[in-house]
């Protein structure tokens, strides 16, 4: 455990009711320093973006930029004469930064030493927090890209194509030769290298999978391993891998409370008027289950899984609509079959029978762009006993606010392989 001289920061002692006991500076700066020291091992999925930093004055819009590859010079030039020569071609992208923070209340109830420890460690978990808050925003916008690789199902030796996320099932795993071909994807498109090598975040439970492959090198094998990326643990195919818990993991919620499922009772396509909706919906399900008002507001615009029990076979359809007290449930689109009596009820979002999804996302440099956490793209708040309307200097606190954006630059320099694993089934969405 780190220990803290306290005497260093004696003149922020808060000892009367006097007005203006603020921070020290050597205290302000050793904390906006711990903050920042805490939350950037987190941060792996901003480590490979292109840094701009945050805007001073100009509102709350950020402007990216990328710039266009030349065309091959192939006409011979003249002797003698000069050729026109060429102009960078700049593509302006903006993004809207937004503000995130969270803050923790203390209690004028310990002394001022134990209240500076509890600024410490207050310190410390806002500091993860603040980390895996910053590293999902950059995260979620990776995860959106439009060039994906669905891992093949392998089973009984056989290997079938997947074309979407809601076919992968248990035995769609991530191997070595995704990671090829991912790699080939890139390098076709003319991608650089991040330094040497493309690089690939990966979640632990689908590393598990790859780590047995014969290709694989660990880290520690490396011949220079002082040169490791922040959460490295190997590589394969030309692609070094950073682990994170927060690499995506698709799963839809579950569908009640009491399940994750719905059981069909009845179907009808030619539903009445329902009068909640504004409209005729077509197509309805009846299920045996209790429907939750407030989880089901949360459901509409949801895809669901049907499966027959007869057929064995899926259909992927959206929520249009709940009654929970008479547990309908009324989907946009005809399935593609008739469901019956039994028929069950799976969450859309992620994989077949709704398993969890995992997302591994393959990068080239200049990729994507994120806002930096320094220079006010991070910062730590402490407030002293006595802050605002607190006349009996009751409280203090302890903060964190960021303003943070990222933005895909080029699609064609990243791939994202989406793939199942062992874990799948039991693995929650992040």
Not at 91 to 112: C, F, K, N, P
Not at 287 to 308: C, F, H, N, P
Not at 391 to 404: C, E, F, Y
Request: hydrophobic share 35%; with cysteine; proline share 4%.
């Amino acid at each position: 455990m780190e220990k803290i001289k306290l005497q260093l920061f004696a003149t922020n002692t808060t000892e009367s009711a006097a007005a203006g006991n603020n921070l020290s500076a050597e205290m302000k700066t050793y904390y906006e320093k711990r903050l920042i020291d805490l939350a950037e091992p987190r941060l792996v999925h901003d480590q490979f973006g292109d840094k701009y930093p945050i805007p001073t004055g100009g509102g709350k819009t950020i402007e990216f930029r990328r710039y266009d590859s030349l065309e091959k010079a192939s006409k011979p030039i003249t002797e003698g004469v000069t050729p026109a020569g060429n102009n960078l071609n700049v593509t302006s992208l903006t993004e809207t930064v937004m503000q995130y923070g969270d803050w923790i209340q203390l209690s004028d109830m310990l002394e001022m030493s134990a209240v500076d420890n509890n600024v410490v460690q207050a310190t410390r978990l806002l500091g993860a927090q603040a980390g895996r808050t910053l590293d999902s925003i950059t995260r979620d916008v990776l995860a959106g890209g439009t060039n994906v690789i669905y891992a093949p199902e392998t089973k009984d030796g056989v290997t079938a194509p997947v074309m979407s996320r809601s076919d992968i099932t248990e035995n769609c795993r991530l191997t070595a030769d995704l990671i090829f071909r991912a790699a080939a994807q890139l390098k076709g498109m003319n991608a650089d290298p991040i330094d040497d090598k493309y690089v690939a975040i990966i979640h632990p439970y689908i590393a598990y999978d790859l780590m047995r492959s014969e290709e694989w090198i660990d880290a520690h094998k490396y011949a220079t391993p002082e040169n490791i990326y922040a959460g490295e643990i190997g590589r394969i195919a030309g692609v070094r891998f950073v682990e994170s818990t927060e690499a995506k993991i698709f799963r839809g919620a579950d569908l009640c409370d009491t399940s994750r499922t719905l059981t069909i009772t009845a179907y009808s396509a030619s539903a009445s008027v329902a009068p909640s909706l504004g409209e005729r919906t077509s197509y309805m399900l009846t299920v045996s289950e209790k429907l939750d008002t407030e989880k089901a507001a949360d459901l509409i615009g949801k895809r669901i899984q049907l499966y027959s029990k007869s057929a064995d076979t899926y259909s992927t359809v959206t929520i249009k609509g709940i009654h929970p007290s008479t547990r309908y449930v009324f989907i946009s689109e005809a399935p593609s079959f008739t469901p019956e009596n039994g028929d069950i009820v799976y969450p859309g979002e992620g994989g077949k029978a709704g398993i969890s999804v995992f997302s591994t996302i393959v990068l080239g440099a200049h990729a994507y762009a994120v806002t930096e956490i320094e220079g006010g793209g991070l910062t730590h708040i402490v407030k002293q006993l006595g802050y605002g309307d607190d006349p009996l200097n009751q409280r203090s606190s302890v903060g964190w606010k960021a303003t943070k954006c990222a933005k895909r630059l080029v699609e064609q320099y990243m791939v994202r392989i989406e793939s199942a694993s062992s874990y799948s089934v039991n693995a929650q969405a992040n």
